[in-house]
């Protein structure tokens, strides 16, 4: 409520409190880039790449950059296509708040406010993410949470350093400020005040009546503002593709099929897949009394029930004679996989003890001859063998680019067929033909055809889902300039009524507004414009309500809080549909004595506030006791060089 008033939110205290820092270590070090605090550089002079200088340590273009990368990193968590213009904005406050932290480690550094290492350990020691399963301090817990932060021991320890700091300078400076009742009553009643009044809105569309430009003036008007009816660059772009079609005619030959198979004989071999229940015991007695009591008809599960938990018993479904040799060795793999479905052998000496197998199933699937086997092998190959040809192709068509050959020449040497798109946009669309529209799969040799200038050589491109290739080049550039007034001359003369038509609804409103405060009704003000204009409205609210809604107030009630009584003011329509007129009639004070909820409420906030204030003051004093100094032409090369990177 009182944030929305005063606009408090935008002080930086937050970033100074120690519970700020460790949710920011906990939450991975996106929030305020604290990974940066106290790194402990030393400089007697600013560095070719340093920034800042605080007291005596700097900033670098490096810490920055990672600073920025890792908000980065942070954003595209929610906004996969963010780049570093999406961000650029939060270039300065990053900055600033590894200026505020440098600063606080120098302060501390120059007035003797040392930390022990001891003091340091009790704080890792506390994170959660460095205690092992029994609730201690675990080193390998500890190196795999540096790991996840890509952090190492000596950059924790200077942010804890920095948290601990911030708890001994800063919050005995924040905490606890108090505010006077009297204060609190006063913010509280101001919240409760009421106001109510008149608004008109004066539209634009009661003023476009009989507006007809003259050639003279759309022509005027066209040049003033060219910049509005720029189209983008255009560009004809040819493309050729290098794909499968292109070796269509390549097939694996008899022998390669033949030595392909000979190489997998085991896959194409007849196969002897069973089902096995097995139990496992240590010794021999315990198992032939297992399968005595098997063979006699009971399931091997209830067989081995007697024995307790000296038996171990284990289902084994689809074993292969291998497989099974792997578990149980290659004598009870022999005399399992000899025996026919439903039979009990054992018991069988095992490297792991004394074993009983009932074979439950036995699926034998027959194995492939060459003939049978040849389709399945010559379309894996062929597969394969297309794809080296493409790629063979691509290598070729590339050698010849790096020759001198141009797109013609490269095409036509490797007969690729060529397709021409009309002047496109980068987006893919054509200004002339709305339907036409480029394929999806071409957006990577759409984006190389706008990259590369109209006499670079031409580039093979790759397709996204291993769709090949295409060889791609600007067969015509447009550049970007204004679309001629023929072509748009309707779109300019609706432009060129909307903008006389809003001439005119702000000088009725201007006119409205002067009228009211020489005294006339705003009714009667409304009646003179000339126009017929809607007629006023009553309006009230209590600026309350107007806090509470964090913003989102019209613009005629914002008005009537900050206009005098009996005054009248004009605001724009933040849409463009014209502009409001608002008079204040009558200011009613607020009494918070009725309301003491409310001033509870207003102390409570009014009192972090304060806390916010004296921890910046605190915070600029330190820094003028260290000193900063900015190489502002640095800090401005990389901030351009950064946001203008696009990834």
Known sequence: MLSAFRRVSKSKIGTWFMAAILLAILAGF???????????????????????????QTIDEREVSDSMQRRLQQVREERPDADYATIAGDFEPLLSAMIDQRTLVAFADKFGFHLSKRLVDAEIAQLPQTKGLNGQFSETAYQQFLAQQRMNDGQLRDILKAALLQRQLITPVAIGARVPLDVAKTYASMMLEMRSGQAAAV?????????????????????????RYMVPEQRALRIAPIGPEQAASVTASDQEIAAAYN??????????????????????????????????????????????SKAAVSPLPNQTRDAYAGVAGDKAAAAVFAAPA?????????????????????REQPGKSLEQAKPEIAAKLNVEKRKQAVEDLVDKIQNAIDDGSNFSEAATASKLPVTTTP???ANGQSRTNAAYKTAPELAPALKTGFEIAANDPPEIVALPNDKGYVLVSPAQVMPAAPAPLASIRDRVADDWIANQANARARA???????????????????????????????????????????????????????????KARMVPDPQGRGYFVVKVEKIVPGNAIVQPTLISQMRTELQGAVEQEYAQEFTAAMRQQVKIKRNESAIQDLKTRLTTSGS
């Open 263 to 308: 190489a997998s004989k085991a896959t194409y071999a007849a196969k002897d897949e069973r089902t096995l229940s097995q139990v496992v015991v240590p010794d021999q007695a315990t198992a032939a009394q297992i399968a005595a009591r098997a063979k006699g008809g009971a399931t091997l599960q209830a067989a081995a029930a007697p024995a307790g």
């Open 30 to 56: 996106a929030a305020t880039d604290i990974q940066n605090v106290g790194t402990g550089k030393i400089g007697f002079g600013m560095g070719s790449s340093d920034l800042v200088k605080v007291g005596s």
């Open 423 to 425: 002047l496109i946009m």
């Open 342 to 362: 439903g039979a009990v052998v054992g018991p069988l000496q095992s490297d792991f003890g004394w074993v009983v197998v009932k074979v439950e199933s036995v």
């Open 203 to 227: 539209p634009v569309t009661a003023f476009a009546a009989g507006l007809k430009p003259t050639d003279a003036q759309l022509q005027q008007y066209y040049a003033t503002n060219r910049a």
């Open 508 to 566: 009725a409103a201007a006119a409205i507004e002067a009228k009211v405060n020489k005294g006339v009704a705003l009714a009667d003000a409304l009646k003179q414009a000339g126009v017929t204009l809607p007629p006023a409205k009553n309006i009230s609210a209590r600026r309350i309500q107007v806090a509470a809604a964090q913003g989102q107030v019209p613009p005629p009630v914002r008005l009537l809080f900050i206009t005098g009584a009996g």
